[in-house]
């Protein structure tokens, strides 16, 4: 130590310097010399940066294209399908008569909400497909929780949708069948 102050690392060139003892390196010095309250200060900021970013992420997907994005594909997905399925059991064989055009709508429903979503999110469209690709690591497991939002209430709209479409036909095909 010289007098002026304590011994620091060599810097660049490789000659040794001193700082001054102020009231900041005395408080420094009483404590732990190593820097060890220092390392603990500067990793807790870190973590709790990293929290507030994944944070702000997950709020920001929630009001983000992403969002919208992954709940219009299930609406659209669900719509089809759900209502060719509708369509079929309650013209009771005499607008169809096949299942084929269960199978048009599902194809459908999947062909348009990829092309609507996968640019976006990569067209999940299904919990379990959110699943899959965040427990193989291509989707992010901030993101999880929100594309589920997204997919539950898409496929929720989509069923109210189709039961308004189609509550006409519902009540006559019960009422036909309870009354007979």
């Given amino acids: 130590m010289s007098e002026k102050g304590r011994l620091l690392p060599q810097s660049k060139s490789g000659s040794y310097y001193t700082e001054p003892h102020t009231a900041r390196s005395r408080r420094q010095m009483d404590g732990f010399q190593d820097g060890w ?3 603990v200060r500067t990793s807790w900021r870190q973590a709790v940066g990293v929290v507030n970013r994944a944070w702000y992420r997950a709020v920001g997907l929630l009001h983000g294209r992403e969002f919208f994005a992954e709940l ?3 609406f659209t997905l669900c719509t089809f399908g759900n209502g060719a399925v509708a369509q079929t059991v309650l013209s009771q064989g005499t607008f169809t008569n096949s299942e084929l055009s269960i199978n048009i709508g599902y194809g459908f429903g999947v062909m348009l909400g990829a092309y609507i979503s996968i640019g976006i999110t990569g067209g999940h469209m299904n919990p379990a497909v959110t699943l899959a690709m965040a427990l193989r690591g291509k989707t992010s497991w901030v993101k999880v929780l929100p594309y589920w939002l997204a997919q539950y209430l898409g496929a929720f709209i989509s069923s109210a949708v189709v039961y ?15 009354l007979s």
């Fill in 37 to 39: 309250t220092q390392r």
């Fill in 164 to 178: 308004g479409v189609y509550i006409g036909e519902c009540l006559s095909v019960c009422l036909s069948v309870c």
């Fill in 72 to 74: 219009l594909a299930t």
